[in-house]
């Protein structure tokens, strides 16, 4: 059976912060899944050996168009959340049918940084919120 194509598309991001559902967005950028290395030389001129490391996992960012209706006033609550607000972003694949296609991964984390759109009065790039959250060292 081939495999089943992806595309940046096709994905579904949902965040809550303490509890509070604050639905789908577009974006999403780094999350990623690392380690730290540990490498030991044995004596006698012997090949390296791989200890393994810590796992660690990188800031995630998400974003969306900012809807004045639904995002502008759960800006100041966001805000006063920065630092300790508790987040829970989940990414789970779909088909090319916008159905689900597996189970997601779920980050959970600190939102450190709440960052409302720029503002240019002769612009008119889409406005974008976006959330970014210190990650806890495992997904689920």
Partial sequence: MPPAPTREDTWLITCSVDGR???VFDTASG???DSEEAKYRPGGMAAEISLGGSRTIG???IGRYLDTLRDWPAIKWLANRTGSGRGSIGITPLTLN?????EPLV???TLKTVTTPDIDSTGTDAAILELEFTC???VA
């Fill in 136 to 138: 806890d060292g495992a």
């Fill in 31 to 33: 999350g990623e899944i």
């Fill in 98 to 102: 916008g159905e689900r296609a597996g």
């Fill in 107 to 109: 980050y959970g984390g």
């Fill in 21 to 23: 559902d604050l639905g």
């Fill in 59 to 61: 800031n995630l960012t």
